[in-house]
T-cell receptor, first 114, second 110 residues
């Protein structure tokens, strides 16, 4: 089944404890992206990747890191999480950036930073 | 700056037609998407417009006017399962970003 998977689905952690949220897609998509979703603000793009080893900042990259060493995986790293990073996170992928290529979203990771 | 505006909430009756508007101001434009998101779930793709005009897909249609920075999503023959949030998203030309509106929460009542 074609899908985007994220792990963990739920995480409660404390300020300053490094964490990684994994994202994997099995559709051979080139473009991958991370978003956070907060009430009243909608989805905001954190980082995106056009292909392996090609990543760039979205609109809210502060406090986050990403890597794209393999085409299928795009982990999101919080080196020192803070309470303002409490949010619902979505990973998404699309075949490429252009044309009518829609994004396929993972199920989401609900993160709480105490 | 970059901005996408949608109404926060709308209510409509089962079987009726509803139009959800989206206006955008972005530095570039390379396509507009509509996604549906049920509560607690991931967004799923509904439609894509890059040229002016109407795109129809079953009960859902989407319209785009690039000169006005305006789009709408039209839902016909509303069903209870259409109760969800509808997200308008613009793909920018500067960089490879996608900008989402805050979403419109649609309530369908019997």
């Amino acid at each position: 089944e074609a899908q985007v998977t994220q792990n963990p689905r739920y995480l409660i952690t404390v300020t300053g404890k490094k964490l990684t949220v994994t994202c994997s897609q099995n559709m051979n998509h080139e473009y991958m992206s991370w978003y956070r979703q907060d009430p009243g603000l909608g989805l905001r793009q954190i980082y995106y990747s056009m292909n392996v080893e090609v990543t760039d900042k979205g609109d809210v990259p502060e406090g986050y890191k990403v890597s794209r060493k393999e085409k299928r995986n795009f982990p999101l790293i919080l080196e020192s999480p803070s309470p303002n990073q409490t949010s619902l996170y979505f990973c998404a992928s699309s075949f490429s950036y252009g044309g009518g290529n829609e994004q396929f979203f993972g199920p989401g990771t609900r993160l709480t930073v105490l | 700056g970059q901005n996408i505006d949608q109404p926060t909430e709308m209510t409509a009756t089962e079987g009726a037609i509803v139009q959800i508007n989206c206006t955008y101001q972005t530095s570039g434009f390379n396509g507009l998407f509509w996604y549906q998101q049920h509560a607690g779930e991931a967004p799923t793709f509904l439609s894509y417009n890059v040229l002016d005009g109407l795109e129809e897909k079953g009960r859902f249609s989407s319209f785009l006017s690039r000169s006005k920075g305006y789009s709408y999503l039209l839902l016909k023959e509303l069903q209870m399962k259409d109760s969800a949030s509808y997200l308008c998203a613009v793909r920018d030309t500067g960089g490879f970003k996608t900008i989402f509106g805050a979403g419109t929460r649609l309530f369908v009542k019997a």
